[in-house]
């Protein structure tokens, strides 16, 4: 699965244009998906100085993206200086999501899983097949 993952709010809290600390999670649940063999894409709004400093922040830590705002590391963005720059991938990780950002945790079941976030949160909350559990039942 190609994944594109946003870095500032995402990999670590906001503090543009300085890096904020890691979220909890973030670089292990990265990790654990390249080993699985997902193609991780940086998708930020980051340019310039600013992106090299999250890519080099991000490969310190031991994560090598398949490409950094590009659909393919071999890509030429000039040859693609008018056309819309949606990236081509299966899945977005970002804070800006509806509803937020879940936890790391999380995101992982749904990638590791193959389920929706609401099958996630359904089980979560014990409500899988029917069975209702309310918050105060233990």
């Known amino acids: 699965m190609t994944i594109a993952v946003d870095f500032d709010g995402t ?3 906001h503090r543009y244009p300085e890096i904020g600390k890691e979220r909890p999670f ?3 649940t990265l990790k654990m998906l390249l080993k699985e063999g997902h193609q991780l894409i ?3 709004v980051r340019e310039g100085e600013l992106l090299e400093q999250a890519v080099e922040w991000c490969r310190a830590r031991g994560i090598e993206f398949y490409a950094v705002n590009k659909d393919f590391a071999e890509e030429d963005p ?3 200086r ?3 720059r949606k990236l081509k991938a299966d899945l977005w990780i970002d804070d ?3 509803g937020g950002l879940p936890d790391w945790g999380t995101i992982y079941r749904i990638i590791h899983e193959r389920k929706t976030y609401e099958q996630v949160l359904m089980e979560d909350l014990g ?3 029917g069975k209702k559990k309310r918050w105060w039942q233990f």
């Open 82 to 84: 008018h056309h819309s």
């Open 127 to 129: 409500e899988e097949r």
């Open 26 to 28: 973030a670089i292990q």
């Open 96 to 98: 800006r999501n509806v």
């Open 42 to 44: 940086l998708w930020s």
């Open 11 to 13: 990999i670590v809290e």
């Open 78 to 80: 000039e040859h693609y």
